[in-house]
């Protein structure tokens, strides 16, 4: 299966290079690969440590939460942190300006924003549900044994 999944990615490899460097202009070919060096660093730098010590910091919580919560709440952070790398791009391409005003037409920054803090009230919501679930079957459990 590794050796499949090896041959099908190198494929995958080839073919992109390929549409690079048959559909690319070659002036644009340093822009792009500034843009994808910044996004493999703000991955590797920003976004995969936040979201590991986030699952770590929510594991030691574990104990005591269900893991429904757990879940819910690592998704959302993964939800949040790709929305945001998807979007900022689109800030900072109006923030530059365009040359058409009808590609770039919303505010992403103030929809950005709302979006994170709803996902920010689902994650407060189910902390207090769980909290509160755990605390009172953990009074069930006490009544039960004393």
Excluded: C
Excluded at 20 to 32: A, C, E, F, M, Q
Excluded at 72 to 82: A, D, F, K, R, W
């Amino acid at each position: 299966m590794r050796i499949v999944l090896v041959v099908l990615g190198v494929l995958v490899v080839a073919f992109g290079a390929y549409v690079l460097v048959t559909s690319v202009k070659p002036n644009r070919i340093g822009g792009l690969a500034t843009w994808l060096l910044g996004a493999a660093i703000l991955h590797d730098a920003i976004l995969s440590p936040f979201v590991v010590g986030a699952g770590l910091l929510l594991r030691r919580a574990g104990r005591s939460l269900r893991a429904w919560v757990l879940v819910v709440v690592q998704t959302v952070i993964v939800l949040g942190s790709v929305l945001a790398l998807v979007v900022l791009p689109e800030i900072a391409a109006k923030r530059h300006g365009q040359k058409n005003p009808t590609i770039l037409p919303f505010d992403y920054g103030t929809r950005l924003l709302i979006v994170e803090g709803v996902l920010l009230l689902v994650v407060v919501a189910v902390l207090v549900v769980g909290v509160v679930r755990a605390r009172q079957s953990a009074v069930r459990g006490s009544l039960d044994t004393g």
